[in-house]
């Protein structure tokens, strides 16, 4: 149905106008046979879905997971832990244990 997009405007008129004569004579003559009209067919612009074979569903799996592979190869380098030397951490402690001592001489029990 997508020849309707090239149509012009007066083609589309003119389509109708016709799609009516033709309803309008489908009409008369199931009157003139008795029998009840046939129904107008609609049509949806749904499309049917294509169904993926077994087949194509693994290579798609296969190459998703060779994708997710070389993403998480790029970021699986080991990351280097910091270590604090012993004097850093001393002086990290003598750090907190000043702070402390000035809150609890400022009477509170919480920083």
Do not use: C, H, Y
């Not at 290579?59 to 970021?75: F, L, T, V, Y």
């Not at 004097?87 to 402690?93: D, Y």
């Amino acid at each position: 149905m997508d020849t309707f997009t090239n149509l012009t405007a007066k083609q589309l008129r003119r389509a109708a106008d016709l799609k009516e004569r033709i309803d309008a004579l489908q009409e008369k003559l199931s009157q003139l046979l008795g029998a009840p009209a046939p129904a107008p067919v609609v049509e949806t612009g749904k499309r049917k879905r294509k169904k993926i074979s077994a087949a194509g569903i693994a290579r798609i799996r296969a190459a998703q997971k060779a994708r997710w592979a070389a993403i998480k190869k790029d970021s699986a380098a080991p990351k280097r832990k910091r270590k604090v030397s012993a004097a850093g951490r001393a002086k990290l402690a003598a750090l907190a244990r000043a702070r402390w001592a000035k809150v609890k001489a400022a009477g509170k029990s919480s920083l």
